[in-house]
């Protein structure tokens, strides 16, 4: 499966919203097809928010093997794939450390929306 950026979102690739819609639609290609490619034709993202939200958190869902195996870029800029490794880099660390990649403020918010659930 392929998926263009460029026809997907247009100009919205700056926000974590705007990952989380890429996010989405990259799990389910993850979970069906055995290589995802993502086509950035050539347009600069070089947002950090994007990113970890787009492709990011898939360290804590996926092993390195497994992205590197599944999960393919085509036609991104230097800077972003400079941008993406280290978000990578990171994530997986974090990961490694048995962190869960929630931040603690957004540990707080699910807390109280659980307990007004109730």
């Not at 919203?17 to 050539?42: C, R, S, T, W, Y």
């Not at 660390?93 to 109730?118: A, C, P, V």
């Given at each position: 499966?392929?998926?263009?950026?460029?026809?997907?979102?247009?100009?919205?690739?700056?926000?974590?919203?705007?990952?989380?819609?890429?996010?989405?639609?990259?799990?389910?290609?993850?979970?069906?097809?055995?290589?995802?490619?993502?086509?950035?034709?050539?347009?600069?993202?070089?947002?950090v928010?994007?990113?970890?939200?787009?492709?990011?958190?898939?360290?804590?869902?996926?092993?390195?093997?497994?992205?590197?195996k599944?999960?393919s870029?085509?036609?991104?800029?230097?800077?972003?794939?400079?941008?993406?490794?280290d978000?990578?880099?990171?994530?997986y660390?974090?990961?490694?450390?048995?962190?869960?990649?929630?931040?603690?403020?957004?540990?707080?918010?699910?807390?109280?929306?659980?307990?007004?659930?109730?």
């Open positions: 499966m392929r998926i263009n950026l460029k026809l997907e979102r247009g100009t919205q690739t700056v926000s974590r919203e705007d990952g989380q819609a890429i996010a989405k639609k990259l799990l389910k290609a993850m979970e069906k097809e055995d290589k995802v490619v993502i086509d950035f034709d050539n347009i600069l993202i070089a947002s928010s994007f990113f970890d939200e787009a492709i990011g958190k898939l360290a804590f869902k996926y092993s390195r093997e497994v992205l590197a599944k999960l870029f085509e036609n991104i800029e230097a800077y972003d794939r400079a941008l993406l490794n978000i990578l880099i990171s994530r660390h974090q990961k490694d450390l048995g962190q869960d990649g929630i931040s603690d403020n957004n540990k707080i918010g699910m807390k109280r929306r659980t307990r007004h659930k109730m």
